[in-house]
Structures are given as structure tokens and as C-alpha cells.
């Protein structure tokens, strides 16, 4: 009798494998950001190493160091953009385990390998195949927030996930920082790049590509993660690349919430990657003139995107629980959006009169607004995916995404040496009011029923 109830017991409570495995993508993604980051945070110190400038501090002025640091991120933008394309389809094809450990590998390698580069040509080179082993986490990110999750929980576990994108950054202008100052530029990349070959190994010998086949799942979170799903979502199968990419465009480009959808994520591309990559110059720039000292305030501004992101994801699962999915996540997108938009304008006359810390709070708050959207329109992308497709769906937005942010490298570095820091900066308000655009005009009730009527008949095909 005490046998049986001890049982029951065992049956009613669930494992919680479903956590651990966007807890181990938010790592991944916090070394692919860390990377990032420090790559910008200590420009003006491999500028001056390589004779890009005079001196450390002379980085940024009059332009001295902009166009060759803005032609290798263009670069490394390209590649990373590019590559989500194939790289979605792949992941659909070898499945969560094999890809995301292989391509977590190619680009920590590189990251390493950026220590060892002393010019131009071989910055541009190193830096143009570490993005392309990048390109894919994203699209891991979708699959197994589709897969692994709950559909109460999905944007909680995608958004958890991408959390690392911010703290990646204050890992690096903390921890990066603080080595860069001890051993000098290349060695915060040696030490990024060699534990990501290590977590490399890890998720390939626990992670699972379904929670069928994870040993650690029990029936009861089994039943739990398939609850609410239908017989496709349940069993998704591996697809073809060329039949997912029929269905993937077929989605994308023929109904209005695709369309939406794709604007959406074009234009979040633009005000991300001015974040991501411009903040550091614009600080470094206009107010402060040390490596250490911009660090320091990126950081600040940074923080307010890990409470962004990580808010996101359980305040647009509870939105759904109170409202439809559609108003539920226009709620989710545009009110942050808009408090945004007041925000960077509002930066734009504390940069120009040259006040530093109300101009580091409201780009701060503004950072904070951004993240905050993600949970309600990225998983759009999720939800649109034709069965055994997240991959190769997600991989087409998000490599949409990247590549209006590799023209955004280009645009920015223009327009901080012709109109200066502060002005390039705030002008990705205008990408902000054609992301409100995009979701008022094209998602709403209407369209969103058709696309889900389309995704489903494709499922079935």
C-alpha cells in the first residue's frame, strides 16, 4: 500500500528537464553576446594596435578607427544574417542536439582565434566565420521553445533563453572588462571562446532533440510540455530543407500576419543592432574617453535589457491568459514600443547638452522597453511554423532581421562621423514607429486566423 501511494506520488510530480535546456541556451547565447560586445568594447585598443588611430583616445573622433571597425561588422553581420537561412533549415534537418553543439563549437573556435588576428584582413576573416557559426542559435532558440515547452510557457522559456543576449553584454563590460585591463585585448576572447568549446561538449552529451528521447523526462511532464497540442505538433518529424522552405515562404509571403510578422522583425533588426554595437561608441564618444570608463556605463544601460528581456517572457504569457493571443501580444509589442520611442527622443536633448548620466538613464529605459516587446512578436515567428519547420521559419525572420542589422552598420557608421554620435543614435526612432506600424496594420484577430488556417493545413500536407 505505502509502495503504491510512494508511486503516485512520483507519477503526479513532474521532472524538470523542460528548464534546464533554455537554461543552457541562455549560457550559449550570453558567450555569443559576451563576444560581441567585447569585440566592441575594446576597439579603440585593437585600432590603436593595428595603427587603425594615433591613440586609444583618439578613437571615434573625426572618425579616426569608424570605417574599418564599421566594414568588419558589416562584415561579420553579413555572414551571421546569411547564414541563418541554411543554418534554420539545418537545424530542422540534424535536430536541436547535433547542430546547436556543432555550431557552438565553429564559433567559439573563432572567437578564440580573434586573439590571434594583427590587421585588418585577418580581423575581417576571423570575424566573417565566427558569425557564420553563429547565425543558427536563434533558430535553436524557436525550435526548442516550440518543442520543449508548454504553450503557456513558450515565450518564458524563448525569452529566458535569449536573456543571455543581455547579460552577455554585461558579462562582458564587467568580466571581459577586467581581464582586457589584467592581460591586455585579446585575451577576454581566448577566455570566452575556450568555455564555449566546453559548454559545446556538455550540450551535446545531455541535450535531446525531443523530450520523448531525454531519459530525464518523467510521463508527467511529458504529458504536461504536449498538453493543448495537436497529433503534428506532438510528433513533429524532421523535414527536408526543400520542403521546408516551400512551406517557410509559403507562410511568410502569402498571408498578411507572415507579412507583418517580417516587418516587425526588420525593423526591431535596425533599433537592436544600434544598441548592440553603437551604444559603446556613442559613450565612448560624447562623454567619456576610456575603454574601462564606457564599459562601465554600457553595463548601466545593459542591465535595463536583462530585466527587459527576462520581464517579457511572463508578462506576455499572463497577457495570454487574460486575452486572446492576438490582442495579447499587440498589448505586449506596442505598449513598450511606444514608451520607448519617448524615451530615446527624450535622450536625443540630454546627448546634445552633453549630460551623462539622464542621458545613460533614459536609454536605459529605453533598452528596458525593447526587450520587453520581444516575448509577444518573436514568438509570432514560433507560432506561424508549419509543423517540423520552427527552424527553418524562424532562421528566415531572424536572418531577415540580421540583415537589415549588417546595412545598420553601415548607416550608423555614416552617420555618426557625418551628423556625430548622438544624432546617428536616436535616428533608430524612426524604425521604432515602423515596427508600431507593422503590427497595428497587419496582425490583428482577421489575418491571424487565416495564417493559423494555412499553418495548419501545411502541417497536415
Same mark, same amino acid.
Given at each position: 500500500?505505502?509502495?503504491?501511494?510512494?508511486?503516485?506520488?512520483?507519477?503526479?510530480?513532474?521532472?524538470?528537464?523542460?528548464?534546464?535546456?533554455?537554461?543552457?541556451?541562455?549560457?550559449?547565447?550570453?558567450?555569443?553576446?559576451?563576444?560581441?560586445?567585447? @569585440?566592441?568594447?575594446?576597439?579603440? $585598443?585593437?585600432?590603436?594596435?593595428?595603427?587603425?588611430?594615433?591613440?586609444?583616445?583618439?578613437?571615434?573622433?573625426? /572618425?579616426?578607427?569608424?570605417?574599418?571597425?564599421?566594414?568588419?561588422?558589416?562584415?561579420?553581420?553579413?555572414?551571421?544574417?546569411?547564414?541563418?537561412?541554411?543554418?534554420?533549415?539545418?537545424?530542422?534537418?540534424? /535536430?536541436?542536439?547535433?547542430?546547436?553543439?556543432?555550431?557552438?563549437?565553429? @564559433?567559439?573556435?573563432?572567437?578564440?582565434?580573434?586573439?590571434?588576428?594583427?590587421?585588418?584582413?585577418?580581423?575581417?576573416?576571423?570575424?566573417?566565420?565566427?558569425?557564420?557559426?553563429?547565425?543558427?542559435?536563434?533558430?535553436?532558440?524557436?525550435?526548442?521553445?516550440?518543442?520543449?515547452?508548454?504553450? +503557456?510557457?513558450?515565450?518564458?522559456?524563448?525569452?529566458?533563453?535569449?536573456?543571455?543576449?543581455?547579460?552577455?553584454?554585461?558579462?562582458?563590460?564587467?568580466?571581459?572588462?577586467?581581464? +582586457?585591463?589584467?592581460? /591586455?585585448?585579446?585575451?577576454?576572447?581566448?577566455?570566452?571562446?575556450?568555455?564555449?568549446?566546453?559548454?559545446?561538449?556538455? @550540450?551535446?552529451?545531455?541535450?535531446?532533440?525531443?523530450?520523448?528521447?531525454?531519459?530525464?523526462?518523467? *510521463?508527467?511532464?511529458?504529458?504536461?510540455?504536449?498538453?493543448?497540442?495537436?497529433?503534428? *505538433?506532438?510528433?513533429?518529424?524532421?523535414?527536408?530543407?526543400?520542403?521546408?522552405?516551400?512551406?517557410?515562404?509559403?507562410?511568410?509571403?502569402?498571408?498578411?500576419?507572415?507579412?507583418?510578422?517580417?516587418?516587425?522583425?526588420?525593423?526591431?533588426?535596425?533599433?537592436?543592432?544600434?544598441?548592440?554595437?553603437?551604444?559603446?561608441?556613442?559613450?565612448?564618444?560624447?562623454?567619456?574617453?576610456?575603454?574601462?570608463?564606457?564599459?562601465? +556605463?554600457?553595463? $548601466?544601460?545593459?542591465?535595463?535589457?536583462?530585466?527587459?528581456?527576462?520581464?517579457?517572457?511572463?508578462?506576455?504569457?499572463?497577457?495570454?491568459?487574460?486575452?486572446?493571443?492576438?490582442?495579447?501580444?499587440?498589448?505586449?509589442?506596442?505598449?513598450?514600443?511606444?514608451?520607448?520611442?519617448?524615451?530615446?527622443?527624450?535622450?536625443?536633448?540630454?546627448?546634445?547638452?552633453?549630460?551623462?548620466?539622464?542621458?545613460?538613464?533614459?536609454?536605459?529605459?529605453?533598452?528596458?522597453?525593447?526587450?520587453?516587446?520581444?516575448?509577444?512578436?518573436?514568438?509570432?515567428?514560433?507560432?506561424?511554423?508549419?509543423?517540423?519547420?520552427?527552424?527553418?521559419?524562424? /532562421?528566415?525572420?531572424?536572418?531577415?532581421?540580421?540583415?537589415?542589422?549588417?546595412?545598420?552598420?553601415?548607416?550608423?557608421?555614416?552617420?555618426?562621423?557625418? +551628423?556625430?554620435?548622438?544624432?546617428?543614435?536616436?535616428?533608430?526612432?524612426?524604425?521604432?514607429?515602423?515596427?508600431?506600424?507593422?503590427?497595428?496594420?497587419?496582425?490583428?484577430?482577421?489575418? @491571424?486566423?487565416? $495564417?493559423?488556417?494555412?499553418?495548419?493545413?501545411?502541417?497536415?500536407?
Amino acid at each position: 500500500m505505502e509502495e503504491t501511494k510512494r508511486e503516485n506520488v512520483n507519477v503526479q510530480k513532474k521532472s524538470n528537464v523542460r528548464w534546464i535546456i533554455p537554461i543552457m541556451l541562455f549560457i550559449a547565447i550570453m558567450f555569443n553576446y559576451a563576444d560581441r560586445e567585447i @569585440w566592441t568594447i575594446t576597439a579603440p $585598443a585593437y585600432a590603436f594596435a593595428f595603427g587603425w588611430t594615433k591613440s586609444i583616445s583618439s578613437y571615434g573622433v573625426a /572618425g579616426a578607427g569608424i570605417s574599418e571597425y564599421s566594414l568588419i561588422l558589416f562584415g561579420w553581420s553579413l555572414a551571421y544574417a546569411l547564414f541563418n537561412f541554411p543554418g534554420g533549415s539545418i537545424v530542422d534537418k540534424l /535536430g536541436l542536439r547535433k547542430s546547436m553543439a556543432t555550431f557552438y563549437a565553429i @564559433w567559439s573556435v573563432f572567437t578564440v582565434l580573434t586573439a590571434a588576428t594583427f590587421n585588418f584582413i585577418s580581423m575581417l576573416i576571423v570575424r566573417l566565420f565566427m558569425g557564420a557559426g553563429e547565425g543558427p542559435v536563434w533558430p535553436v532558440n524557436a525550435k526548442s521553445a516550440k518543442t520543449w515547452t508548454n504553450r +503557456y510557457d513558450e515565450s518564458k522559456a524563448y525569452t529566458w533563453a535569449g536573456a543571455g543576449q543581455a547579460v552577455g553584454p554585461v558579462v562582458a563590460a564587467t568580466i571581459g572588462v577586467a581581464i +582586457y585591463a589584467l592581460f /591586455g585585448w585579446p585575451a577576454p576572447f581566448i577566455f570566452f571562446g575556450a568555455l564555449g568549446i566546453v559548454f559545446a561538449l556538455i @550540450w551535446y552529451f545531455y541535450v535531446r532533440d525531443t523530450p520523448a528521447e531525454h531519459k530525464g523526462v518523467n *510521463q508527467a511532464e511529458l504529458d504536461y510540455i504536449n498538453e493543448g497540442k495537436n497529433q503534428e *505538433q506532438v510528433n513533429e518529424k524532421k523535414v527536408g530543407p526543400k520542403d521546408a522552405w516551400r512551406k517557410t515562404l509559403r507562410m511568410v509571403f502569402t498571408t498578411q500576419a507572415g507579412i507583418g510578422t517580417l516587418l516587425i522583425f526588420l525593423s526591431f533588426g535596425y533599433i537592436l543592432y544600434t544598441f548592440l554595437y553603437w551604444l559603446p561608441t556613442l559613450l565612448f564618444s560624447t562623454f567619456v574617453h576610456s575603454v574601462t570608463t564606457s564599459g562601465i +556605463y554600457t553595463a $548601466a544601460v545593459d542591465t535595463a535589457l536583462i530585466a527587459g528581456f527576462l520581464g517579457s517572457g511572463p508578462l506576455n504569457d499572463g497577457l495570454l491568459k487574460k486575452f486572446s493571443k492576438v490582442n495579447a501580444r499587440r498589448i505586449g509589442s506596442l505598449l513598450p514600443m511606444s514608451i520607448m520611442i519617448v524615451m530615446i527622443g527624450l535622450s536625443y536633448f540630454t546627448g546634445t547638452a552633453h549630460l551623462l548620466v539622464p542621458t545613460v538613464l533614459l536609454l536605459a529605459a529605453g533598452a528596458g522597453m525593447m526587450n520587453l516587446t520581444v516575448g509577444s512578436w518573436a514568438v509570432n515567428a514560433i507560432d506561424l511554423s508549419p509543423s517540423g519547420t520552427a527552424g527553418t521559419v524562424y /532562421g528566415f525572420y531572424n536572418g531577415m532581421l540580421n540583415l537589415v542589422g549588417a546595412f545598420n552598420s553601415i548607416i550608423e557608421g555614416v552617420l555618426f562621423i557625418k +551628423y556625430g554620435a548622438v544624432v546617428g543614435f536616436t535616428s533608430s526612432i524612426i524604425f521604432m514607429a515602423v515596427f508600431i506600424g507593422g503590427y497595428v496594420g497587419l496582425i490583428r484577430k482577421k489575418t @491571424w486566423k487565416k $495564417a493559423m488556417d494555412l499553418r495548419d493545413k501545411l502541417s497536415a500536407e
